[in-house]
């Protein structure tokens, strides 16, 4: 109520306001009738047009054209995961398409900073022409319960992209990222388990639960129907970088252009690179981050881990309707 008894209030002082500036306009106009008069007053002018209220980021990033051409949109393909599943990879893999734009850095939003809105989200996505796709990716979209019905809410045609890997070595994997920033953590097998003698597995630890893929799959397909997934394997973007490509172009609806030809094997870091573009001054590799040599873990703490996660495995295989051959 008192809301409206201030636009009541405000609306009669600019009634009165009018009134009188009329009056005073028209006493003008008839003492101006017999000869030129001198300008009207300031004070007796109309007030100019309110400015536009700026356009939020989203907003304005959304308009075609602007200095770099094309606009702002949503993502129409995101990869949701899996962490040290070959998510870089597959993201740099799709940059080298005419047809892929795609945020380099992680954005978070669905699990971080949705808070910020979805207008501060298209604010990040670089421009694209008509016919290209827009895609990001972060991998913990993948593991957060919040991430499913959030992505539904923006688009439900959204297309979805998990890369998955071996779930013993993704968690040594993680391990050795884990203790490249900071030595003095504790032992792989002290982490993973949280009694050693009995062999429990303490699925708290998060490089241990990213892998119960089943799990978190589950989740998304109370969202999302299985035709909106893909899932690549990241043992194959390793050793067959252009069949695995085809199959995640034919997905996004892309001509076949990343083939074989932009492929060669790097021994050092053991993976795939791309080859030097065109004008281009290098060939494209992933950073010193990746392929880092695992530590030696204990025989025993892998087959145990293996054993842990077979049946999540097993789910996931018929889930999915692909056999990974982790087992």
């Not at 700026?54 to 959304?62: H, I, L, V, W």
């Not at 439900?156 to 998955?164: C, F």
């Not at 998060?206 to 999302?224: C, D, M, P, T």
Request: aromatic share 10%; glycine share 12%.
């Amino acid at each position: 109520m008192g809301c409206s008894g201030r636009l009541l209030g405000a609306a009669g002082g600019r009634g009165a306001s009018l009134l009188l500036t009329m009056i005073l306009f028209f006493t003008y106009f008839l003492s101006c009738l017999p000869g030129p008069c001198e300008p009207l007053p300031p004070a007796l002018l109309p007030p100019p047009p309110p400015a536009a209220l700026p356009a939020g980021p989203g907003e304005a990033a959304a308009g075609a054209g602007g200095a770099g051409g094309g606009s702002r949109r949503f993502p129409q393909a995101i990869i949701v995961g899996v962490k040290k599943g070959g998510t870089r990879a597959l993201l740099e893999f799709l940059r080298a398409h005419p047809g892929v734009r795609a945020v380099g850095a992680e954005p978070h939003f669905f699990d971080r900073c949705y808070e910020k809105g979805l207008r501060w989200y298209r604010s990040l996505m670089p421009r694209t022409l008509d016919g290209q796709i827009t895609m990001e990716k972060t991998p913990s979209y993948f593991v957060t319960k919040e991430a499913p019905r959030r992505i539904h809410n923006m688009s439900r045609d959204t297309k979805l992209i998990v890369v998955v890997r071996d779930p013993v070595t993704r968690a040594i994997s993680d391990y050795t990222q884990t203790l490249s920033k900071n030595p003095s953590i504790p032992s792989f097998q002290a982490l993973a388990f949280k009694n050693l003698s009995t062999g429990l597995i303490d699925t708290s630890w998060s490089a241990v639960r990213i892998g119960i893929y089943a799990k978190h799959l589950e989740n998304w397909l109370q969202f999302f129907p299985l035709s909106r997934f893909l899932f690549v394997s990241g043992e194959r973007l390793v050793s067959d970088p252009a069949g695995e490509m085809g199959r995640v172009q034919d997905f996004l609806g892309l001509q076949r252009l990343v083939t074989d030809r932009h492929f060669y094997f790097n021994e050092t870091k053991g993976f795939p690179c791309l080859k030097k573009p065109e004008g281009g001054s290098k060939p494209r590799c992933l950073g010193k981050s990746k392929g880092r040599p695992h530590p030696t873990i204990n025989g025993q703490v892998v087959q145990r881990l293996r054993e842990f996660y077979r049946p999540f495995n097993m789910k996931f295989y018929q889930m999915t309707g692909q056999d990974f051959g982790w087992d």
